[in-house]
Nanobody, 122 residues
Framework: QVQLVESGGGSVQAGGSLRLSCAASSYTYRTDCMGWFRQAPGKKREGVAAIYTGSGTTVYADSVKGRFTISHDNAKNTMYLQMNSLKPEDTAMYHC???????????????WGQGAQVTVSS
């Protein structure tokens, strides 16, 4: 069973930066779509960014466009989320995901990481 192992996250002041990483436990695991989701207390989970690993095509939620960058290193089978100009409203538990797809305006995934907390103070 392939696991997604996250690292990074933490606490930062508004305007700061953080980077999340997500590595697949199996080197041979491949998937067409990987992404990041987040969920703040009392709020619904939302898709933040996704990347199609074959083409490199990226998709972002409007709330993070221009501030977050998703990338994937095929050699390391690791996905990253570089988060710049962080705002207090970015505070949430961030989960990496794989085998993802979009239906309508919503994103879904079959595999999930354990989550990494990101806290942004004003």
């Amino acid at each position: 069973q392939v696991q997604l192992v996250e690292s990074g996250g933490g606490s930062v002041q508004a305007g700061g930066s953080l980077r999340l990483s997500c590595a697949a436990s199996s080197y041979t695991y491949r998937t067409d779509c990987m992404g990041w989701f987040r969920q703040a207390p009392g709020k619904k989970r939302e898709g933040v960014a996704a990347i199609y690993t074959g083409s490199g095509t990226t998709v972002y939620a409007d709330s993070v466009k221009g501030r977050f960058t998703i990338s994937h290193d095929n050699a390391k089978n690791t996905m990253y989320l570089q988060m710049n100009s962080l705002k207090p409203e970015d505070t949430a538990m961030y989960h990496c995901a794989a085998d993802c797809w979009k239906s309508g305006n919503s994103w879904f995934a079959l595999r999930w990481g354990q989550g990494a907390q990101v806290t942004v103070s004003s």
